[in-house]
């Protein structure tokens, strides 16, 4: 599934995945073999390729001509894309999209070739052997658009409201990759308005930007009890004819920042989070539309109202499905655990603000999006590393300043950023990697930030907290690793976060159970991740009623004094 509503009603779009493809390996004893393949997959997931690190070669046919625009939601990790054998474009990074554009292409039966590639090298400074699995394939949908010289590039709507009126600054961008300058006349439909542009002039080969602001009365606000949703139908009209035309969604929510509070349509929230990775045995990481709609349904059983999307963009529909669901979501740029080393890569500063570039722009719309997070548990301890975050949080803030931003750090009273994102978020593990009581952990280092760094004042979020266990496991000892002691930790983690003052409130990880890079067998039982509330099959741990019953027994709202 592409998206959960129709994006287009006048462009042309046809998903190319979502049926068999001709799948070929390039290393080792299978290279050069055909199998037909579902997609979007991961080759994790078929038969003796559970282990495959190399690159493999994705094939199909299609029938089109003229102008046409290939989107490519999701490929695993580096793709380089052919077109009848010629190469058209390349792209690095799995989570976020990227599109080609081909012009005048030849009537006909055409063949896409897309080579994926999921190995560590020098060459890639994000995806590396690290506590989750950089999977390999073409694991999120790929779109085949039939456009014309003119097509809306995108839309950005930005709702605020001044006193008691609610108001949208539009930016509307329209692209022509033809040949000669065009005068156009632009629409957007919304909420019963017409927002118009008369007689635009868009040069050859390049794009032009519109902005208006408008005003709104009578609506309603989107939130977690009320996630009503609006749709925006932008339109180009070339000569009094409708030539193009997106389709998006967005709800009048507001987020902001008062002091060491985290409001939303100006009530003070409380975070009950989880962290949520995107991996299933049964899919890697490319999960269909029914197993990421079942994961939001635990999650809302739960009595969670925030998802963080650990460690990098998510898949669109899982971001359409919290727009309509009315669940929270931090969602991050793609780095985990990077050391000073791994940051100092030539190429690192250059794909962590490529995928803040992708980001942003296509998620710009989502309700549910509240904080922009990057590099969780970097060197935010060292100079450079400052000197990253400083450069990413920059970016974001010219990108968008409609939303907070945070990083989520793991220096313990030694991280010397504090003072460059809006929010102050902590990983910590009190109970599991070592024994201090959760309230007085907590406590000691909320003072720490408050006393000793230029985070003070600031709304501060435990970013992760929880404990390991593996399904099925019990012991006299209730140690840990076992499922009772899993479940009392979290108990009293939880109630350390939501009653430590100043404390916006929390993620716990994880959401459930995931597949770790081989390299890190040695600290993770059975190759996993085995801190998730339910393991990598969505069975319940005994956790799970613990968490529940925690989540429900706190409102998602705080008093403001």
């Known amino acids: 599934m592409i998206r959960t509503f129709k994006t287009h009603e006048i462009r042309n779009q046809i998903e190319l995945t979502n049926k068999l493809?001709?799948?070929?390996?390039?290393?080792?004893?299978?290279?050069?073999?055909?199998?037909?393949?579902?997609?979007?997959?991961?080759?994790e997931t078929y038969p003796n390729f559970s282990n495959y690190r190399g690159e493999a070669v994705y094939s199909t046919h299609f029938f089109a001509e003229g102008n046409i625009r290939l989107e490519f939601k999701g490929v695993s990790h580096t793709a380089t894309i052919f077109l009848d054998g010629v190469e058209i474009g390349s792209h690095y990074n799995a989570y976020t999209s990227f599109s080609l554009i081909v012009r005048n292409l030849k009537r006909g039966e055409h063949l896409l070739e897309v080579k994926a590639d999921n190995r560590f090298s020098n060459e890639s400074a994000l995806h590396i052997p690290n506590d989750y699995m950089s999977y390999g394939g073409i694991s999120r949908p790929i779109v085949l658009e039939m456009i014309g010289d003119l097509y809306i590039q995108s839309m950005q709507i930005t709702p605020f409201k001044e006193k008691t009126k609610w108001k949208l600054e539009v930016e509307l961008l329209v692209n022509n990759i033809g040949t000669k300058k065009e005068r156009v006349d632009l629409e957007i439909n919304i909420a019963g308005q017409s927002i118009k542009w008369a007689d635009i002039e868009v040069d050859k080969q390049s794009d032009k930007k519109v902005t208006q602001q408008v005003s709104y009365e009578n609506i309603n606000e989107w939130s977690p009890e009320s996630p009503d949703l609006y749709y925006a139908k932008a339109t180009i009209y070339k000569h009094g004819n409708a030539v193009d035309d997106l389709i998006d969604r967005f709800g009048f929510r507001e987020v902001s920042i008062v002091e060491n509070s985290i409001l939303l349509n100006r009530k003070k929230l409380r975070i009950k989070g989880l962290c949520r990775h995107e991996d299933h045995p049964q899919f890697?990481?490319?999960?269909?539309?029914?197993?990421?709609?079942?994961?939001?349904?635990?999650?809302?059983?739960?009595?969670?109202?925030?998802?963080?999307?650990?460690?990098?963009?998510?898949?669109?529909?899982?971001?359409?499905?919290?727009?309509?669901?009315?669940?929270?979501?931090?969602?991050?740029?793609?780095?985990?655990?990077?050391?000073?080393?791994?940051?100092?890569?030539?190429?690192?500063?250059?794909?962590?603000?490529?995928?803040?570039k992708e980001m942003i722009p296509l998620h710009y719309n989502h309700p549910s999006i509240f904080i922009?997070?990057?590099?969780?548990?970097?060197?935010?301890?060292?100079?450079?590393?400052?000197?990253?975050?400083?450069?990413?949080?920059?970016?974001?803030?010219?990108?968008?300043q409609s939303r907070p931003h945070s990083f989520a750090s793991c220096q313990f009273k030694t991280d010397i950023c504090f003072g460059l994102p809006d929010i102050v978020s902590y990983n910590i593990y009190p109970l599991w990697y070592h024994d201090t009581p959760a309230k007085e952990y907590l406590s000691d280092l909320y003072q720490w930030v408050q006393e000793k760094t230029d985070g003070r004042g600031k709304p501060f979020i435990v970013s992760e907290i929880g404990a390991g266990a593996i399904y099925g496991y019990r012991n006299p000892q209730n140690s840990k690793?076992?499922?009772?002691?899993?479940?009392?930790?979290?108990?009293?983690?939880?109630?350390?976060?939501?009653?430590?003052?100043?404390?916006?409130?929390?993620?716990?990880?994880?959401?459930c159970d995931i597949r770790v890079s081989d390299e890190w067998f040695g600290g993770r039982p059975r190759t996993m991740n085995n801190k998730g509330i339910v393991d990598e099959y969505r069975r319940r741990k005994l956790a799970y009623d613990v968490v529940k019953q925690a989540f429900e027994s706190y409102s998602s709202y705080i008093e403001i004094e």
């Not at 001709?22 to 579902?38: I, M, R, T, W």
């Not at 635990?298 to 899982?318: C, K, Q």
């Not at 009772?484 to 350390?496: C, F, H, N, V």
């Open 284 to 356: 890697g990481c490319a999960l269909p539309y029914a197993a990421i709609e079942y994961d939001l349904k635990i999650a809302e059983h739960l009595g969670a109202n925030s998802l963080r999307t650990a460690h990098y963009p998510n898949d669109e529909v899982f971001l359409d499905l919290c727009d309509e669901k009315g669940i929270l979501v931090w969602e991050e740029n793609h780095a985990r655990g990077l050391s000073l080393e791994d940051m100092q890569n030539p190429n690192f500063q250059k794909q962590a603000a490529n995928v803040i």
């Open 21 to 43: 493809w001709d799948f070929s390996p390039c290393e080792g004893d299978l290279a050069e073999k055909v199998y037909q393949v579902s997609t979007p997959s991961c080759w």
């Open 372 to 400: 922009w997070g990057i590099l969780n548990e970097c060197a935010s301890h060292t100079e450079y590393g400052k000197e990253c975050y400083q450069r990413q949080f920059e970016l974001i803030k010219k990108l968008d």
């Open 481 to 511: 690793w076992t499922e009772d002691y899993q479940a009392a930790a979290l108990k009293e983690q939880i109630k350390a976060c939501m009653e430590q003052p100043g404390c916006s409130g929390v993620y716990l990880w994880q959401f």
